[in-house]
């Protein structure tokens, strides 16, 4: 069994989105522009009310899925097909934008800071039209394994130790798993060979690939790291706790054209996509 070693480590870049939400992106920058079909990567979190509390107003999503994981605070969302809601800390909305959607998320301000990411997912093309849909997973429904030596890992999707995720019936196949490990505890996980895979430390260090004897490459938090392809992902922690988000998934392997928003095959479906959100025929459904 072949462990993964580092390709790359990214350092998130400050950036702000929606309506002045400061947040640190890791992909769809001019460093990583994407890492197939992951195309945006974000974390936001902030103390200070002003750092996030503008939010997303209503905007438009087409031809991907997002992925967005609460550590802390409060979300309220809405969208165009009437759906409505709260994610909180330790929840997670898996939303399949599919042939278009419009939502909105707002931050509230609570008695703890704001913390969490999101994920942006490609569709194939297969499915950039089908039908947007949710799963909304609250905090207590996502299952966690403890393993003997005080790991814990939160299963979003995939399997870890024979145990399935709470999220089912994605066509990219994903893992994503977020996983707290003791100082000096190390972290093994099958991932088939051929995924795109990625580790996102924001807590403490860990050694990534390698084996017993060799170590692996040091990695400091906050860092985004790319692995190479193999059958396995390797990662030890540090003197102290670290926690971080495995991410993997299966690349398309398709043309693919971003713009704002949209995620589409060619220019001219996302030339379609503007047409019909300024016509009022975008929502499908």
Same mark, same amino acid.
């Given at each position: 069994?072949?462990?993964?070693?580092?390709?790359?480590?990214?350092?998130?870049?400050?950036?702000?989105?929606?309506?002045?939400?400061?947040?640190?992106?890791?992909?769809?920058?001019?460093?990583?522009?994407?890492?197939?079909?992951?195309?945006?990567?974000?974390?936001?979190?902030?103390?200070?009310?002003?750092?996030?509390?503008?939010?997303?107003?209503?905007?438009?999503?087409?031809?991907?899925?997002?992925?967005?994981?609460? /550590?802390?605070?409060?979300?309220?969302?809405?969208? +165009?097909? =009437?759906? #409505?809601?709260?994610? %909180?800390?330790?929840? !997670?909305?898996?939303?399949?934008?599919?042939?278009?959607?419009?939502?909105?998320?707002?931050?509230?301000?609570?008695?703890?800071?704001?913390?969490?990411?999101?994920?942006?997912?490609?569709?194939?093309?297969?499915?950039?039209?089908?039908?947007?849909?949710?799963?909304?997973?609250?905090?207590?429904?996502?299952?966690?394994?403890?393993?003997?030596?005080?790991?814990?890992?939160?299963?979003?999707?995939?399997?870890?130790?024979?145990?399935?995720?709470?999220?089912?019936?994605?066509?990219?196949?994903?893992?994503?798993?977020?996983?707290?490990?003791?100082?000096?505890?190390?972290?093994?996980?099958?991932?088939?060979?051929?995924?795109?895979? /990625?580790?996102?430390?924001?807590?403490?260090?860990? +050694?990534? =690939?390698? #084996?017993?004897?060799? %170590?692996?490459?040091? !990695?400091?938090?906050?860092?985004?790291?790319?692995?190479?392809?193999?059958?396995?992902?390797?990662?030890?922690?540090?003197?102290?706790?670290?926690?971080?988000?495995?991410?993997?998934?299966?690349?398309?392997?398709?043309?693919?054209?971003?713009?704002?928003?949209?995620?589409?095959?060619?220019?001219?479906?996302?030339?379609?996509?503007?047409?019909?959100?300024?016509?009022?025929?975008?929502?499908?459904?």
């Amino acid at each position: 069994m072949q462990t993964r070693d580092v390709q790359a480590i990214i350092t998130p870049s400050p950036t702000q989105d929606g309506a002045g939400v400061q947040l640190r992106r890791s992909i769809a920058t001019s460093t990583l522009d994407h890492l197939d079909p992951f195309f945006l990567f974000d974390h936001f979190g902030s103390e200070n009310p002003d750092d996030y509390i503008a939010g997303f107003p209503m905007h438009p999503h087409r031809g991907i899925e997002t992925i967005t994981y609460m /550590l802390d605070g409060r979300v309220e969302h809405r969208d +165009s097909l =009437g759906n #409505s809601g709260v994610i %909180g800390a330790g929840d !997670v909305q898996w939303m399949t934008a599919g042939s278009g959607i419009l939502h909105e998320e707002m931050p509230r301000v609570g008695p703890r800071r704001l913390d969490g990411f999101q994920v942006w997912v490609n569709l194939p093309a297969k499915l950039k039209m089908t039908r947007p849909r949710y799963q909304d997973i609250p905090s207590g429904r996502i299952p966690e394994v403890v393993r003997p030596d005080g790991a814990r890992i939160r299963i979003i999707a995939g399997t870890v130790d024979g145990r399935a995720g709470a999220v089912k019936d994605i066509f990219a196949d994903p893992t994503y798993l977020d996983i707290a490990l003791p100082g000096g505890c190390v972290f093994e996980q099958p991932v088939p060979r051929g995924h795109t895979a /990625l580790l996102y430390l924001f807590q403490g260090e860990v +050694s990534v =690939g390698g #084996s017993d004897a060799a %170590g692996g490459r040091l !990695v400091h938090a906050t860092r985004l790291v790319v692995l190479k392809d193999g059958d396995a992902i390797r990662a030890r922690a540090g003197g102290a706790s670290a926690r971080f988000l495995l991410l993997a998934a299966q690349p398309l392997n398709e043309p693919a054209v971003r713009w704002g928003p949209f995620v589409m095959n060619t220019r001219d479906e996302i030339n379609l996509a503007r047409r019909e959100l300024r016509d009022g025929t975008f929502i499908k459904s």
